[in-house]
Every structure is written in structure tokens, then in C-alpha cells.
């Protein structure tokens, strides 16, 4: 609080100005101004009635509790460090910049007063913005994680459940994803062969291991052990933080190396000057390793996939060849089943020959029915 003097027309006036800050919510203030006292007693009376008026309103702000924002920030502070259900640094800088996205209309808003509206607003922008299905309920599922926990802390108080209970997002049917038949991963490398690709050895590698892109990107010569002829993946880079951290899954798996991976380990083996088992080339460091992969397989006429849909031809075609699921769950690092069903049909082998041994009419039964189609028209 101040009372200050200012002269106007030859004559002196006083100027208060009143902050009130909140015992509860420190981020919770109000500050008003006014002029045009003609006296010290007046100043101060004038003051008084300020802080009076502050001191409501703020009151009243902190009956309705912390806004959505700081909930949010709050639930992300505490997710740092929380070793009970912990998320990963780059999944929790994702959820807060999903949230501050597509959330920065309820922001400023008591978390108390956020309403299904609120909600089916944010699924309708991100529609809108046509943003897939499986991302809308993502985002959903988020504000409920975040709400939710708000509820339990104690933070968001005079309500009972998260306003996204009732709201539903349909999604859509499951995306087939691309992968290349024996045929195409043939032409893929034979093509980046012969013209010389500095891609030839990243992509043979992921076709043969399986990796995933950080963890091709990670993988130094004290990982390759040729005396067991297996690789040793305990490590991913993360391009986005710059940092090298543990794999996806948390816990490190070994790659059996075959006769073509051991001749492409040797050969580049032979030529290496660095820690590093494959090259760093600039588009892999930039980023752009699927914009790449995309175009080469374009301009030999095949299929145009993803870098990440190599991994996809890995595991198809172990089960193909009919290895174990366990096995290549083992191989690819996946912890869930889910993951593994995905691929099992992706590879289509559960439903070959499944209809083979289904007989309903016999051999002179069928031939009959045949006759007296053919006869009819």
C-alpha cells in the first residue's frame, strides 16, 4: 500500500494504490488505483475502503480455488518426481504441451468450474483441427488423469468427479500399417546398394535388428559381441532432449546376430573411426530419417513407408518364418501383448490355412451343387 502526492493546476492531490495478496493461493492478487484526494485523511479513508474491496474479491477467488492452469502446473511438478506410477521427461513435456494447447481456453478458469462444455469444446477444436481419433481420446483421458488427481490432492474442492465422465470419442477403425513383403525389402537394399545410399547400412541394420530409430541411433561397438553374436540394446537417443537415456521399455534385450548382420558389422567395423556403430548422417541428426525413407522407396517403386515401419518388417517377417511370439516379443522389446497381437496379424500367421480343414458338403455333394448352378442360368 502507498499514498503518494502529485500536483494538478498549482494544487495537491494524493494517489493510493492497494495490493492484497491470498494467504491460500499466493498467485491469486488484487491491486487498485486511485487518485484525486484533497487531503492526507482522506487519502488514508480512501485506502481502507481499497483493501476492503481487495480483500473480498480475493476472498471470493479463493473460494473457488486454483484455476485449471495452475492445476495442471501443479500435477506437473509433482509428476517429475513421483515414483509411484513415474512417466518418462519427454511424456510429461508432451502432456503439458498438449494441455497448454488445447486447453489455453479454460486456463485462467477455477478448476472447479470446468464443465463437460469445457470438454466436448476441446475434443470439438481438436475435430476441427482434424486431429485422429486415438488423439482425442488421448487428450480426454489426459484432462481426467490431471482433474482427477486435482480432486484427490484436495486442490479442486466442492465437486466430486472429473467433468469428463459421460463423454465419449469414438474412434476410428484401426490403421493397417505399411510394411514390405520379402520381395521389396529385397529391392529396397539391393537398391541402396548399388547407388551407393549412405542410408544402405541404418536401414539394413533396422530391417535385421529390428530397433527402434533412437536405439539404431545410440548403439556403440561395446554393445556388439561377436564371440555370443548378439547385440546388446540398453540405450535410446532422444533427439528432441539430446540426451541418451534408457530404451522405451525401460530395460535393456539382446539381438542375435545373423550372417548377413555379422557381414555388415564387419564391413562397417572396418572403416569406423568413431564410438558409434553407424554413420551420423545430416538428415538422420535433423531429423528427417522418414521424409528419406519415404521418397528412396518412392523412386524405386515400392511400397513408400515410414522409418519406424522397418521395425514392423522385422517382426513380420520372424513370424513368418515362424518364430516364436515370445521370442520376438523378446527381441523387439515389447511389453505388451496388445503390441504383439497387432503384429501376429499384421503377419497374417494365425489365420493361414486356418480354413483349410473346414468341410461341409462332400466332393460329390459340392460337384452336384456346381452342375445345377450352371444349369439354371
Given at each position: 500500500?502507498?499514498?503518494?502526492?502529485?500536483?494538478?493546476?498549482?494544487?495537491?492531490?494524493?494517489e493510493?494504490?492497494?495490493?492484497?495478496?491470498?494467504?491460500?493461493?499466493?498467485?491469486?492478487?488484487?491491486?487498485?488505483?486511485?487518485?484525486?484526494?484533497?487531503?492526507?485523511?482522506?487519502?488514508?479513508?480512501?485506502?481502507?475502503?481499497?483493501?476492503?474491496?481487495?480483500?473480498?474479491?480475493?476472498?471470493?477467488?479463493?473460494?473457488?480455488?486454483?484455476?485449471?492452469?495452475?492445476i495442471?502446473?501443479?500435477?506437473?511438478?509433482?509428476?517429475?518426481?513421483?515414483?509411484?506410477?513415474?512417466?518418462?521427461?519427454?511424456?510429461?513435456?508432451?502432456?503439458?504441451?498438449?494441455?497448454?494447447?488445447w486447453?489455453?481456453?479454460?486456463?485462467?478458469?477455477?478448476?472447479?468450474?470446468?464443465?463437460?462444455?469445457?470438454?466436448?469444446?476441446?475434443?470439438?477444436?481438436?475435430?476441427?483441427?482434424?486431429?485422429?481419433?486415438?488423439?482425442?481420446?488421448?487428450?480426454?483421458?489426459?484432462?481426467?488423469?490431471?482433474?482427477?488427481?486435482?480432486?484427490?490432492?484436495?486442490?479442486?474442492r466442492?465437486?466430486?468427479?472429473?467433468?469428463?465422465?459421460?463423454?465419449?470419442?469414438?474412434?476410428?477403425?484401426e490403421?493397417?500399417?505399411?510394411?514390405?513383403?520379402?520381395?521389396?525389402?529385397?529391392?529396397?537394399?539391393?537398391?541402396?546398394s548399388?547407388?551407393?545410399?549412405?542410408?544402405?547400412?541404418?536401414?539394413?541394420m533396422?530391417?535385421?535388428?529390428?530397433?527402434?530409430?533412437?536405439?539404431?541411433?545410440?548403439?556403440?561397438?561395446?554393445?556388439?559381441?561377436?564371440?555370443?553374436?548378439?547385440?546388446?540394446?540398453s540405450?535410446?537417443?532422444?533427439?528432441?532432449?539430446?540426451?541418451?537415456?534408457?530404451?522405451?521399455?525401460?530395460?535393456?534385450?539382446?539381438?542375435?546376430?545373423?550372417?548377413?548382420?555379422?557381414?555388415?558389422l564387419l564391413?562397417?567395423?572396418?572403416?569406423?573411426?568413431?564410438?558409434?556403430?553407424?554413420?551420423?548422417?545430416r538428415?538422420?541428426?535433423?531429423?528427417?530419417?522418414?521424409?528419406?525413407?519415404?521418397?528412396?522407396?518412392?523412386?524405386i517403386?515400392?511400397?513408400?513407408?515410414r522409418?519406424?515401419?522397418?521395425?514392423?518388417?522385422?517382426?513380420?517377417?520372424?513370424?513368418?518364418?515362424?518364430?516364436?511370439p515370445?521370442?520376438?516379443?523378446?527381441?523387439?522389446?515389447?511389453?505388451?501383448?496388445?503390441?504383439?497381437?497387432?503384429?501376429?496379424?499384421?503377419?497374417?500367421?494365425?489365420?493361414?490355412?486356418?480354413?483349410?480343414?473346414?468341410?461341409?458338403?462332400?466332393?460329390?455333394?459340392?460337384?452336384?451343387?456346381?452342375?445345377?448352378?450352371?444349369?439354371?442360368?
Open positions: 500500500m502507498s499514498i503518494k502526492s502529485y500536483n494538478e493546476n498549482g494544487k495537491t492531490y494524493y493510493i494504490f492497494v495490493s492484497v495478496r491470498s494467504k491460500v493461493n499466493p498467485k491469486i492478487r488484487k491491486q487498485k488505483r486511485k487518485k484525486g484526494f484533497e487531503s492526507m485523511a482522506q487519502a488514508h479513508k480512501g485506502e481502507k475502503e481499497l483493501v476492503q474491496q481487495c480483500a473480498l474479491e480475493v476472498a471470493r477467488l479463493d473460494g473457488e480455488g486454483f484455476t485449471w492452469g495452475q495442471v502446473e501443479k500435477w506437473y511438478q509433482y509428476k517429475l518426481t513421483d515414483q509411484f506410477e513415474p512417466v518418462g521427461i519427454e511424456t510429461l513435456t508432451d502432456y503439458l504441451a498438449a494441455l497448454k494447447t486447453t489455453h481456453s479454460q486456463w485462467e478458469k477455477p478448476a472447479k468450474q470446468l464443465s463437460r462444455s469445457d470438454v466436448k469444446s476441446v475434443i470439438k477444436a481438436l475435430d476441427d483441427a482434424e486431429r485422429s481419433k486415438s488423439f482425442q481420446a488421448k487428450m480426454k483421458g489426459t484432462i481426467n488423469r490431471v482433474f482427477t488427481w486435482g480432486l484427490e490432492e484436495g486442490h479442486i466442492g465437486i466430486y468427479q472429473s467433468p469428463t465422465i459421460g463423454i465419449k470419442v469414438n474412434r476410428k477403425t490403421r493397417v500399417p505399411t510394411i514390405l513383403n520379402r520381395q521389396e525389402i529385397s529391392k529396397l537394399i539391393d537398391a541402396a548399388v547407388l551407393k545410399s549412405p542410408w544402405y547400412p541404418i536401414w539394413a533396422a530391417l535385421l535388428t529390428g530397433c527402434r530409430n533412437g536405439e539404431l541411433y545410440a548403439i556403440t561397438w561395446d554393445d556388439i559381441d561377436f564371440s555370443s553374436m548378439s547385440i546388446r540394446v540405450k535410446s537417443y532422444n533427439r528432441r532432449l539430446r540426451i541418451t537415456k534408457s530404451t522405451k521399455a525401460g530395460y535393456w534385450r539382446n539381438i542375435p546376430i545373423n550372417t548377413d548382420l555379422k557381414a555388415l564391413e562397417l567395423k572396418s572403416t569406423s573411426q568413431t564410438e558409434h556403430v553407424l554413420p551420423r548422417i538428415d538422420w541428426v535433423q531429423g528427417y530419417q522418414a521424409k528419406v525413407l519415404k521418397t528412396f522407396c518412392a523412386s517403386g515400392i511400397t513408400p513407408i522409418f519406424h515401419d522397418l521395425r514392423a518388417c522385422f517382426a513380420t517377417q520372424l513370424l513368418q518364418n515362424q518364430v516364436a515370445a521370442t520376438v516379443m523378446k527381441i523387439c522389446g515389447w511389453k505388451e501383448l496388445d503390441t504383439m497381437a497387432r503384429y501376429i496379424r499384421l503377419a497374417g500367421i494365425d489365420e493361414s490355412g486356418a480354413t483349410d480343414s473346414l468341410k461341409i458338403l462332400s466332393t460329390t455333394e459340392a460337384s452336384q451343387k456346381v452342375v445345377s448352378l450352371f444349369n439354371k442360368c
